[in-house]
């Protein structure tokens, strides 16, 4: 193999559209990469998902490895004609690691079947910060040991059908501020307080044989000299993940063309000095230009060093054993993707996820008049997962066509006149969004009975006095589930997997 073929092994893109198209072709023809990872944009169903990962094999003429982001919840790729998953912090909130050990096989199974067989999942960042924007329910809980018992039975089920897992965001960015995808957090934290925290639910998943770990954008002052992101910094690559963790799988970053990491360089020298620091996989997910130029600039510096092709070894030598254990020969020829089976177990285990954090104001199960009212904001999936059009949540349709009464949908600029006796009010992350938190306030002055339901993050159940119940996630397994909950079919059985000090 040339070196600009095992250059290009070193690189994980990401294709447009649904088909393969001329530039796709051309990127894959000049990058030469060793992985290609699938998004939404690229799915409209298993069927054509199939036949677009069969054309991308041809067109590479090398071993290609396909990875996803499939977390579950509202970090979910694979959607229509596939079988969702809740969620993580769903998964945690059933109080049954077992849930998530079926979670992660449903998952594997449906992948494998198409070709895909590296899962960019579990999230291991433990969410003992309510304010932090990026995690929050694609985290299994709030502590190392929440985190480490769901993680490791979702790990399992990826394991038993030969899919492999990344534990991510190394070192762990549950506690920031900042979403990596927009700016670069900060974690003032040392050495010992990351082992006796944020280090620990890697460490033990690293036990069970954990194949990829995923560095974030993120900065640690206290380990590094440079105010740059740990994905390119040898402190954290080499000298954290490597010597004092003894870590031998791959470290494969976060798209370095995130907003974490291009605030502070070109994509060029962004590669450049991942590379240089430690990484093996480096994500580049869009920007087709981005991916050829950043492939032209890191060979041109392997050829000019030869430290850096010592460098490159290092990393084909992991790459070469994670591929041996991870590419798939060939493709089954027949498929069957008929999925409800699966879709059957995952509807039983999001149905013990929905939780009844209070109901002091009495709205369960829901008995609402046509004088009463039902008020949802547009889910936005906000930035992180952001391929979608904001929705009006289907619950929220569904009781205000079932009782007759009002559907309000607000936004920023509404202001609330409607009064009465009973409200429904559907939240997403209204702990963060100040114009939520004041339009539940006056929810709760104008009606005698409220009742607030998180689609997301559990923590808006506490912003005001009222019944409150959270979902976890506005995936329609979570929605069918949660629409039961609220009309008394079955009992809410979820747990909140969080503390919460009011």
Not at 11 to 20: K, W
Not at 209 to 227: A, V
Not at 378 to 391: A, C, I, W
Not at 449 to 460: F, G, H, K
Request: with cysteine; glycine share 6%.
């Amino acid at each position: 193999m040339s070196l600009e073929s095992l250059a290009g092994e070193l690189f994980m893109v990401g294709i447009d559209g649904t088909e393969l198209t001329d530039e796709a072709a051309r990127v894959l023809e000049q990058v030469k990469p060793g992985f290609i990872i699938l998004f939404s944009r690229n799915i409209e169903s298993p069927e054509q998902l199939y036949q677009l990962i069969k054309e991308l094999r041809k067109v590479v003429k090398k071993p290609v490895v396909f990875s996803i982001d499939q977390e579950g919840g509202i970090v979910t790729r694979l959607r229509n004609g596939f079988t969702v998953s809740c969620g993580a912090m769903a998964l945690a909130a059933t109080k049954d690691e077992n849930n998530a050990y079926l979670a992660g096989k449903i998952l594997a199974l449906e992948m494998k079947s198409l070709g895909i067989t590296w899962n960019l999942a579990p999230v291991l960042d433990i969410n003992d910060n309510p304010n932090n924007p990026g995690i929050g329910v694609r985290s299994f809980g709030d502590t190392p040991q929440k985190v480490i018992k769901f993680a490791k039975a979702f790990y399992k089920g990826l394991s038993e059908e030969s899919v492999a897992a990344c534990g991510k965001h190394f070192p762990g960015k549950g506690s920031v501020e900042v979403d990596a995808h927009l700016d670069m957090p900060v974690l003032q934290k040392s050495l010992e307080e990351l082992k006796r925290w944020e280090l620990i639910p890697f460490v033990e998943l690293m036990k069970e044989g954990l194949e990829s770990i995923m560095p974030s954008h993120i900065n640690l002052p206290q380990l590094q000299p440079d105010r740059l992101p740990a994905t390119v910094s040898k402190e954290i690559l080499t000298d954290l993940l490597r010597k004092t963790l003894n870590y031998h799988g791959i470290a494969v970053a976060d798209d370095l063309l995130m907003g974490g990491i291009t605030k502070a360089m070109s994509v060029e020298d962004a590669v450049i000095n991942s590379f240089k620091s430690g990484m093996d996989v480096l994500s580049l997910c869009h920007e087709p230009q981005a991916q050829i130029s950043a492939k032209k600039a890191l060979l041109e510096q392997i050829k000019k060093n030869p430290e850096l092709e010592k460098r490159l070894s290092e990393s084909l030598g992991r790459i070469k054993n994670f591929k041996e254990k991870f590419y798939l020969k060939t493709l089954p020829d027949e498929i069957s993707f008929d999925f409800s089976d699966h879709e059957k177990i995952m509807d039983k285990i999001a149905e013990q996820s929905i939780t009844l954090v209070s109901d002091e104001d009495k709205m369960i199960p829901l008995e609402l008049s046509v004088n009463d009212c039902v008020i949802t904001v547009k889910t936005s999936r906000l930035v992180q997962v952001q391929e979608t059009q904001m929705g009006i949540p289907w619950v929220a349709k569904e009781l205000s066509e079932k009782f007759g009464c009002e559907l309000l949908v607000v936004d920023k600029d509404s202001k609330l006149a409607k009064k009465g006796k009973k409200c429904v009010f559907f939240t997403e992350n209204a702990h963060l969004s100040t114009w939520q938190s004041r339009l539940l306030e006056q929810a709760r002055s104008n009606f005698r009975q409220l009742l607030v339901v998180a689609m997301r993050n559990p923590y808006d159940c506490f912003l005001v006095n009222s019944s409150s119940i959270c979902s976890y996630s506005y995936e329609m397994v979570s929605q069918r589930a949660l629409f039961k909950v609220l009309l008394g079919e079955i009992k809410p059985l979820g747990e909140l997997p969080v503390e919460v000090f009011k």
